[in-house]
């Protein structure tokens, strides 16, 4: 039997997917600068200009007047994107109906899940028990590739698009900020690296997260760096 998501959920979680696409949107516009850069075999800019106070004059290094104007265009919509962005995380995280305060507090325990991450986690799982094991919580989010069955058969392959796209895109943002804000993290990534590669390395530590967020929610207690490591 299918899960139904609760109704009264349903508003709150489509709002953070909706934060979701425009963070993507405004990812796109980045990038976008950025190609245009290298086309024009342009100098790095000194700073990140993902922030409002670094886009100063940016426009004006581009040679050609049109170009000019496609890019000030992207600096525009930038504008608008983190100020709409801005407001909707405002929003959620002053007026979203607090359905499971506890486990918003446990997932916030867990070093890079803050406020949008601990929100998206909490709606998109909403309730634990509806994962028997932990493999069907990672197999969910995307963390291990699924099996695809037919008739009581299992086959390899073609399943990765199976699962929740937006808790994928959350455990993998909260594994970056993990890495950031914790020295043995650093330290234990920096291995996984020299093992199996960037990539791999990355994956291996979003499925981590997410198996500790499992249990975590399962058993109501605070994240453990002792227990993790």
Do not use: C
Not at 44 to 70: D, H, L, W
Request: aromatic share 10%; proline share 4%; charged share 25%.
């Amino acid at each position: 039997m299918a899960y139904v998501y609760p109704a009264e959920m349903r508003p709150t979680r489509d709002l953070l997917r909706r934060r979701m696409f425009l963070k993507h949107k405004r990812s796109e516009l980045l990038g976008h600068i950025e190609n245009t850069r290298n086309q024009y075999l342009l100098p790095n800019f000194y700073k990140k200009i993902a922030y409002k106070v670094n886009r100063q004059g940016i426009a004006e290094r581009f040679p050609n007047p049109s170009t000019q104007m496609s890019i000030q265009t992207n600096l525009d919509l930038l504008t608008v994107f983190d100020n709409k962005i801005l407001e909707i995380e405002l929003f959620i995280t002053h007026h979203a109906q607090q359905h499971n305060p506890n486990d918003l507090y446990l997932l916030r325990t867990v070093p890079g899940i803050g406020k949008v991450l601990s929100l998206v986690i909490l709606y998109e799982i909403h309730d634990i028990n509806r994962f028997p094991t932990v493999q069907n919580l990672a197999s969910y989010a995307r963390l291990i590739k699924p099996k695809r069955e037919s008739a009581g058969k299992t086959y390899s392959g073609g399943n990765r698009k199976i699962g929740n796209a937006y808790l994928k895109w959350a455990f993998s943002e909260a594994a970056v900020l993990f890495i950031r804000e914790n020295d043995d993290i650093k330290t234990y990534h920096q291995t996984l690296k020299n093992k199996h590669g960037k990539a791999k390395a990355m994956a291996i530590l979003s499925h981590r997260i997410g198996r500790a967020v499992y249990y975590i929610l399962k058993n109501k207690q605070a994240f453990d760096m002792k227990r993790f490591l």
